[in-house]
């Protein structure tokens, strides 16, 4: 039987989390109670100011405010335009940190799983311990691998090429 994760879950630095993300399935259930699911399989931290990927880098702005804010919260942004992506808030509040949800078992890319998902940016600042979007514990234990996050470039040679993405191995 599945668990729902509770904001305790996402209570932690981002580098614990990430990895643990990775086997868990997020869930969508829509206006007519129909669940949409997807199992994820890769995910990217990104760990406060000092960060240069991580959108907290360049301080406490509007866009970030939820980067400071309460564990479990979801962060939604539009990336190049027509993309929504998607991360759930880690860490303590006033510790910007978060976790992108990279990539699903079947939707391989994070602007193709938030639209399966049917997630865009009204859900940003809302919760993954609510009852309309979540993410639960199946038990499925994954093979993971580490490798460098995707789309940083601007983020310098150090922060570009450290190994916080997390991937099932398997899928």
């Known amino acids: 039987m599945a668990v729902k994760l509770t904001e305790k879950f996402f209570h ?5 989390v990430a990895p643990e993300l990775v086997g868990k399935i997020i869930v969508h259930r829509l206006d ?3 669940l949409i699911r997807e199992r994820i399989a890769e995910t990217e931290a990104y760990r406060g100011e000092e960060d240069k ?7 406490r702005t509007k866009r970030t405010e939820l980067l400071y804010g309460e564990s479990g919260v979801i962060y939604v942004y539009l990336c190049y ?6 991360n759930v808030i880690t860490g303590d509040i006033d ?5 992108l949800l990279r990539c699903g078992e079947i939707h391989n890319g994070p602007g193709k799983l938030t639209k399966y ?4 940016g009204s ?3 809302g919760t993954f311990c609510g009852n309309d979007v979540w993410i639960e514990d199946d038990g499925y234990k994954p093979e993971i691998i580490t490798a460098p996050r995707v789309g940083i470039d601007y983020a310098g040679d150090y922060w570009k090429n450290i190994e916080w993405r997390f991937i099932d191995n398997r899928k």
């Not at 990927?53 to 301080?59: E, L, M, N, Q």
């Not at 335009?81 to 998607?86: A, D, N």
């Open 12 to 16: 932690r630095d981002a580098l614990e």
């Open 32 to 34: 007519d109670a129909t």
């Open 53 to 59: 990927g991580c959108h907290a880098s360049k301080g």
């Open 81 to 86: 335009g027509m993309h929504w992506l998607m």
């Open 95 to 99: 510790q910007p940190q978060g976790v």
């Open 117 to 120: 998902l049917k997630i865009d």
């Open 123 to 125: 859900f940003n600042g």
